[in-house]
């Protein structure tokens, strides 16, 4: 009960004034506080001015939000029952019969009988098709759950089904005034809520003074502000999520180092590899790789090295290998990496895709450097910007290059089994759909996204969608197959929805499709052996050619014996031509002459015939 004072006491040196003292029982600390009801008050009361009208525009129609309004129900029931209810009538649904006096006792009884009798059937009905559910599953002879029309309904909900569409639900633009490339996208991998997206300029020396190089991570809920800065020293051109740690990601950056963070410490890097261990270009692509502590990783450069880290140490790589063809290990003569493949099912594989247009398929478990380049495939005529292998059928793979995206087979080399149109715009991205196998997604340098289903039609894209103006250079689908990130020069990112028929297993999909890439492959296979074929015939007909020759001239001809030569021939094709076009004039000249000794002929004939 005792009181509190707290005193507000001004520092005034060297003396300390108090101002106000505040006094409260100890008892009212931490009461709740109690209101009550009292009338309105007018507080302030504002009249319209008249003179202020001309600088309004009347709203109309004009909707206005109420709050506290009254809750209305759906439902009435009937509420006559007093009387009814004391007579020891149960409570009936529904309402009381508007017709049924409730003063008369026998039309009640009479009413309440016939509502037991339909609770009761119900109740019977209930029970007995509880049993008859039972005793069905158990009776394995006769299936009546079983589906006879199945095929009829799904052909006839086929062709009532959505055409294939896609529709924007969010834009993320670049917040800084100097507009950079969204170079690459990663999505959150629990729950698929958030976007990471590297921004950085790849023009070479083209790059203002200004330029932030900052990246950001999105919620694709809120566009207009980013829900984390990730600051790295040099521009990001790649970033990807650790699928193991959402917590986790790691980023290739303009000058060639590997930085990884932490989102719970910071927007600063957790750890960078140190430059003089680092790549000497831009890195391109950087993947994790599947391992026990869930920290490794392995990144491209195109310097023509792939280089394995640790993030737990990343003063130096845990790995090296060039990209030399040659498979001396030559760096001068490697070939630059635009992109990387890692499939999680084959951990000793993975493969590589350069800015010449060859795929380079690699064994990281090989011996020396040189077993670990295994085989390349050629077929590009430009950088490969996309490699990816199929998530249901991992022996085929996706790149997109120059003007079209090809389908290879691992065990097809020489060439693609499938491949698009060329196209008038270059292919900058794509990739594989993760629910549906048949499914691919490109995008292109006029801004135009285009998704394909082989199953459907091979020869145009099922969806075309022009997505913006400037060039699109990167892509990523969520998990769900449902939502695609697209990200564009000026660093727009622009998240799209696609119908549910692009992003739903259709029946017998995988079979179908299994079966299409093995007849494909069949077909390369025999195309492959006839052309390896007619090649033996031609190299041994031109070596037995040169045989021919060299036993004709006995040793090589000078340049002036060929020139000879060749004037040799011009001049006796030139008298060739002019002996025929002679002999033509002369079968002419006979012919008119025979002409004429017909006609004598019949003339005299005819004078001697008159005679």
Partial sequence: KKDINIHLIRNCLPKMEIVYVYTKKRSEFGR????????????????????????????????????????????EVNTERFESESRGINHVEGGWP?????????????????????????????????LMEHCCKQNNATDIYQEFFEDEDEEVLEESEEQPSAKTINVFRDPNEVKRTATSLSWHPDGNHKLAVAYSSLEFQRAPNDMSFDSYIWDIENPNKPEMTLKPVSPLVCLEYNPKDSHILVGGSYNGQIAYWDTRKGSQPAEMSTIEHSHR???????????????????????????????????????????????????DNALGAVSLEFETTMPTKFMVGTEQGLVVSCNRKAKT????????????????????????????????????????????????????????????????????????????????????DILFKQNDPTLSLKVCDEALCSIRVQDNGRFLGCGSQLGTTTLLEISAGLCTLQKNEKAMVSEMFERETKRE???????????????????????????????????????ACAE??????????????RNEEKQRDKENGVCEEKEFQEEHENVSRFL
């Fill in 369 to 452: 450097p040189a077993e670990k380049i295994v085989c390349t495939y050629s077929g590009h005529h430009g950088p490969i910007y996309a490699l990816q292998r199929n998530p249901f059928f991992p022996k085929n793979f996706l790149t997109v290059a120059d003007w079209t995206a090809r389908i290879w087979s691992e065990d097809i080399k020489e060439s693609s089994i499938m491949w698009t149109k060329y196209h008038m715009a270059h292919l900058l991205d794509g990739c594989w759909s993760p629910v549906r196998p048949s499914v691919f997604f490109t995008i292109k340098m006029d801004g135009t996204l285009d998704v394909w």
């Fill in 525 to 563: 296979k025999i195309l492959e052996a006839r052309h390896r074929e007619m090649r033996l015939k031609e190299r041994s007909r031109s070596e037995q050619s040169r045989e021919d020759e060299g036993k004709e001239t006995d040793g090589e001809e000078n340049a002036e014996e060929l020139v």
């Fill in 32 to 75: 709740q506080c109690n209101f009550s009801d009292r009338p309105a008050e007018l507080h302030v009361d504002i009249l319209p001015d008249i003179s202020l009208a001309a600088n309004f525009t009347v709203r109309d129609p004009c909707n206005v939000t109420v709050q506290c309004a009254e809750e209305m129900s759906e439902h």
């Fill in 281 to 331: 270009d831009p890195v391109y692509k950087v993947t994790w790789l599947q391992s026990k502590t869930g920290t490794d990783i392995f990144s491209a450069s195109t310097d023509g090295q792939v280089l394995w880290w640790d993030i737990r140490k990343m003063s130096e790589p845990t790995e090296r290998l060039v990209l030399d063809p040659s498979k001396k290990g030559n760096l």
């Fill in 568 to 581: 040799r021939e011009f001049f006796e094709i030139m008298e060739a031509e002019k002996k025929k076009e």
């Fill in 98 to 130: 508007k017709d049924l006096n409730p003063e008369d006792m026998e039309a009640t009884i009479r009413y309440r009988k016939k509502v037991e009798k339909d609770e009761h059937y119900q109740n019977t009905i209930m029970q007995i098709a509880g």
